[in-house]
């Protein structure tokens, strides 16, 4: 069993700041690559950070120098750091990663997702 469960989103004004978290557990044997990605409402799932094993990390347009995303290896833990957050930021953001298990087995994850609101 792999889960991934994601916290940290909320309401907040245009400028100002939240902190995603997504902590993956289970039969994990490594995480390949963990990400967030969002859907608005009309619109398609969207990728809009990820980071490999070995800290390689890559951003759509639209947030680059807004967004940060790290992890924590010994928690098996994702971060997404969102500063000036704008309205069009609003979507529900889900987190995903490429796990291996124990088995040898890997397959792509996805989180229940955690609604973030921007309000101009």
């Known amino acids: 069993q792999v889960q991934l469960v994601e916290s940290g989103g909320g309401l907040v004004q245009a400028g100002g700041s939240l902190r995603l978290s997504c902590a993956a557990s289970?039969?994990?044997?490594?995480?390949?690559?963990m990400g967030w990605y969002r859907q608005a409402p009309g619109k398609q799932r969207d990728m809009v950070a990820t980071i490999r094993s070995d800290g390689t990390t890559n951003y759509a347009d639209s947030v680059k120098g807004r967004f940060t995303i790290s992890r924590d290896n010994a928690e098996n833990t994702v971060y997404l750091q969102m500063n000036n957050l704008k309205p069009e930021d609003t979507a529900v953001y889900y987190c995903n990663a490429l796990v291996t298990a124990v088995t040898r087995y890997t397959f792509s994850y996805w989180g229940q997702g955690t609604q973030v609101t921007v309000s101009s």
């Open positions: 289970g039969s994990i044997f490594s995480i390949n690559a």
